[in-house]
């Protein structure tokens, strides 16, 4: 498997944005939605940018600049360097080039819609408490088109369940059982909600079942102790 799929926080994380086109208006726009401070890199600007300025004014920065590979090569390999370097540009040589001046200094970066990017980026499926990342390697629109159906599926059979799992886990009742406890716990309640496809109540209803047997039983103290060991 080439790809991990990682969940990151962009809040105040310096992102540059190569290019000026509406390409890169679209792709610094979703990164500013997730809190990320962009700088964008071009020597022409689409209008689209005007509007991001009004709505972004502490997040956005416009550098009327050429982003050379000598450009990249010196913000790269600075003390504080950019989060991830997102190349729009036209003309996929010097994308490209510019890339591998960030991979050679450890710099994150990406290639929008190229298979060969070393990040590829994709809009998640995301409803509170659950967020889905779903890619066509390459197929944008492929992309978008499994996340409004995984996102139909979800909305439709898993949920409730999944919000109800998430409630239970920040209840009162939940807080009195200690970091091991908890992990035996909600492992066995994910499980049987699996086995339940979606069924929260019967898969409360086993779960705490199997925990109690554990108590009568005087097994949970061995439980614990193997929990605790993969704690430590």
């Given at each position: 498997?080439?790809?991990?799929?990682?969940?990151i926080s962009l809040k105040n994380?310096?992102?540059?944005?190569?290019?000026?086109?509406?390409?890169?208006?679209?792709?610094?726009?979703?990164?500013?939605?997730?809190?990320?401070?962009?700088?964008?890199?071009?020597?022409?600007?689409?209008?689209?940018?005007?509007?991001?300025?009004?709505?972004?004014?502490?997040?956005?920065?416009?550098?009327?600049?050429?982003?050379?590979?000598?450009?990249?090569?010196?913000?790269?390999?600075?003390?504080?360097?950019?989060?991830?370097?997102?190349?729009?540009?036209?003309?996929?040589?010097?994308?490209?080039?510019?890339?591998?001046?960030?991979?050679?200094?450890?710099?994150?970066?990406?290639?929008?819609?190229?298979?060969?990017?070393?990040?590829?980026?994709?809009?998640?499926?995301?409803?509170?408490?659950?967020?889905?990342?779903?890619?066509?390697?390459?197929?944008?629109?492929?992309?978008?088109?499994?996340?409004?159906?995984?996102?139909?599926?979800?909305?439709?059979?898993?949920?409730?369940?999944?919000?109800?799992?998430?409630?239970?886990?920040?209840?009162?009742?939940?807080?009195?059982?200690?970091?091991?406890?908890?992990?035996?716990?909600?492992?066995?309640?994910?499980?049987?909600?699996?086995?339940?496809?979606?069924?929260?109540?019967?898969?409360?209803?086993?779960?705490?079942?199997?925990?109690?047997?554990?108590?009568?039983?005087?097994?949970?103290?061995?439980?614990?102790?193997?929990?605790?060991?993969?704690?430590?």
């Amino acid at each position: 498997m080439r790809y991990r799929s990682f969940f990151i926080s962009l809040k105040n994380k310096s992102c540059f944005v190569i290019g000026g086109n509406k390409s890169a208006a679209k792709i610094s726009s979703s990164l500013m939605a997730d809190g990320a401070l962009v700088t964008v890199w071009s020597e022409d600007f689409a209008e689209d940018f005007l509007a991001l300025g009004k709505k972004y004014p502490k997040q956005l920065n416009l550098l009327q600049a050429r982003f050379t590979r000598e450009v990249a090569n010196h913000y790269c390999s600075a003390k504080v360097k950019p989060f991830i370097v997102i190349t729009a540009l036209t003309d996929s040589e010097i994308n490209r080039a510019i890339c591998d001046v960030c991979i050679r200094n450890n710099v994150l970066s990406a290639i929008p819609n190229e298979l060969g990017s070393e990040v590829i980026i994709a809009d998640n499926y995301s409803v509170d408490p659950v967020e889905i990342s779903v890619i066509a390697k390459g197929f944008p629109v492929l992309t978008k088109r499994l996340q409004e159906v995984f996102g139909k599926y979800l909305d439709k059979t898993w949920l409730d369940s999944v919000k109800a799992y998430s409630d239970y886990a920040n209840s009162e009742e939940a807080s009195q059982l200690n970091e091991a406890e908890k992990r035996i716990f909600f492992r066995r309640l994910a499980e049987e909600i699996i086995k339940s496809e979606g069924d929260f109540e019967q898969a409360f209803k086993i779960t705490k079942a199997y925990y109690e047997n554990l108590q009568a039983q005087d097994d949970l103290l061995l439980e614990l102790a193997g929990e605790r060991s993969l704690m430590d």
